[in-house]
């Protein structure tokens, strides 16, 4: 019953540092996204990956690189964290890119400060 | 361009009262969907809804349901006898696609729900 799992759940980085966050799926979906979560702004797409080998941009994609390592994994990478970047990062998966409106699942959140 | 508005940015509410929670979208699209995800105070965030803009009937699961109305571009969500385990913050999304694949989510700011008793 695990979903959508992402690590780690906490995270203190100092300015300049680097790190990847992970993130797996266990329902053989084709999709799947990085969102970040700000106060006031709701969820904002980072990157997706709309299926195995590709990805693209969301609407706030600077500072972050992304790997779709197989159908399961899809990682977020942070070059050189800057403050901006702390937030609630939440990793999310979908069955089928090619068919609209399909159910995005997310999940736990990864809590991360930079400062 | 999509978007989602919840207008009501902090609701309380006495158990057993129910609540309405708002949601507004804007899309030119005549094929989208709408969504409401719950976020507890543990963070996770719980899908509760989908609704595709051909289907306006309303939709009732125990205390909960949901009122889509295209007219107004409104997916209106009511809890019935709240209970303080409602407590959490509720969003509302729009999906549509991206050219080439994938599903995009358009999230309104959300709102939370504080059930006292």
């Known amino acids: 019953n695990a979903g959508v799992t992402q690590t780690p759940k906490f995270q203190v980085l100092k300015t300049g540092q680097s790190m990847t966050l992970q993130c797996a799926q266990d329902m053989n979906h084709n999709s799947m996204y990085w969102y970040r979560q700000d106060p006031g702004m709701g969820l904002r797409l980072i990157y997706y990956s709309a299926s195995e080998g590709t990805t693209d941009k969301g609407e706030v994609p600077n500072g972050y690189n992304v790997s779709r390592l197989n159908k399961r994994e899809f990682s977020l990478r942070l070059e050189s964290a800057a403050p901006s970047q702390t937030s609630v990062y939440f990793c999310a998966s979908s069955r089928d890119s090619r068919t609209s409106g399909n159910t995005i699942y997310f999940g736990e959140g990864s809590w991360l400060t930079v400062v | 361009a999509q978007k989602v508005t919840q207008a009501q940015t902090e609701i309380s509410v006495v158990e057993k009262e129910d609540v309405t929670l708002d949601c507004v979208y804007e899309?030119?699209?005549?094929?989208?969907?709408l969504f409401w995800y719950k976020q507890p105070p543990s963070g996770e965030l719980v899908f509760l809804i989908r609704?595709?803009?051909?289907?306006?009937q309303n939709e009732i699961s125990g205390r909960y349901s949901w009122n889509f109305q295209k007219s107004t571009s409104s997916f209106n969500f009511t809890i019935t006898a709240s209970q303080v385990v409602d407590s959490a913050v509720y969003f509302c999304?729009?999906?549509?696609?991206?050219?080439?694949?994938?599903?995009?989510?358009?999230f309104g700011t959300g709102t939370q729900l504080k059930v006292e008793l």
């Open positions: 899309t030119r699209d005549t094929t989208y969907y």
């Open positions: 999304a729009l999906s549509d696609r991206y050219t080439g694949g994938g599903n995009k989510l358009t």
């Open positions: 609704r595709n803009s051909f289907d306006e």
